[in-house]
């Protein structure tokens, strides 16, 4: 059975015909309204006369936000690691006092 959908996006009052993934439909249609939503703000507040530099602000906005989430993440991880040597060190020295 194929689980290919055939779909239409609006970007930017642009239509984008799509093929995708059935799993894929949600999030894509999800996104554009993000999109959709964050070019209202940006011509709302900045006096944006082209939907090229919307468009290219919102793929800042979007790319500095995953970028953020990353670093983040690997921070997170970092720390998490460091604790999780404390603590083997710590049961190393109980095991080593037995």
């Given at each position: ?10 970007i ?20 554009s ?5 964050m070019?209202?703000?940006f011509e709302e ?6 939907k ?47």
């Open positions: 059975m194929d689980d290919k959908l055939k779909i239409k996006i609006s930017a009052d642009r239509v984008y015909p799509l093929t995708v993934e059935m799993s894929q439909e949600e999030g894509l249609r999800a996104a309204k993000k999109i959709d939503a070019i209202k703000q507040n900045y006096a944006v006369r082209d090229q530099d919307v468009l290219a602000m919102c793929a800042l906005q979007f790319a500095s936000q995953l970028e953020q989430r990353q670093i983040n993440s690997t921070s997170e991880n970092t720390e998490a690691n460091e604790r999780l040597h404390k603590i083997n060190d710590y049961l190393l020295s109980i095991l080593d006092r037995k």
